[in-house]
């Protein structure tokens, strides 16, 4: 049961994760709550992580019996790879832009650094990132996690994919077709 329950709370979690970064929770706050729209990333950041934060700690910080092991090594190693890849992905954007500290500007379509080789390498470190954790501590909870994290991906980039076009036009669908989505030079 406990499992079916954190498997409800994921699943949850990125549902809310996705509408409120959709353009349409963005209108509605905007039109209903003007004065609040000036904080609406810093309070989307602070949703996100604290809805992060228990969710986390009930997936990789309870123990809980491993499905297999000897895969600690490999795990620490993707583990650090991810967190690596996601420092370098962030690394093309302003980051107190994104933080919600500063407002955002025009939007501009980022084709530098790892946005060269990928066009959502943010989504690719999380790949690499939540198969490094399971091989880390690869239990029935982190199992779950893994599978409902990349569901969430391929419906999330895509979800994300149909925003950019609707703002960048052309401009996206040319890179498109010049830059792979998710996992570089693959898919």
Known sequence: MEI????????FYFFVHSYLASSEAKSIIQRKFPFLFTYYRILYNLIAIGGLIPLAIQSFLIPEAYLFSGSKSA????????????????KAFDGAEFLGIKAEGKPELV?????????HPLYFATII???????????????????ISYGYI??????????????????????????KALIPYLY
């Open 111 to 119: 084709q530098k650094g790892m946005y060269r080789h990928v066009r």
């Open 75 to 90: 795990g620490i190693c993707l583990l650090v790879i991810g967190l690596i890849l996601l420092i370098l992905a962030f």
């Open 129 to 147: 990132l939540i198969l490094g954790l399971f091989l880390l501590v690869p239990t029935e909870k982190m199992g779950l996690v893994l599978v």
């Open 4 to 11: 079916t329950i954190l498997g409800i709370a994921w699943v």
């Open 154 to 179: 391929l419906i999330g980039y895509r979800l994300e994919e149909s925003k950019l076009i609707a703002v960048f036009g052309p401009e996206y669908t040319t890179y498109q077709k010049r830059v």
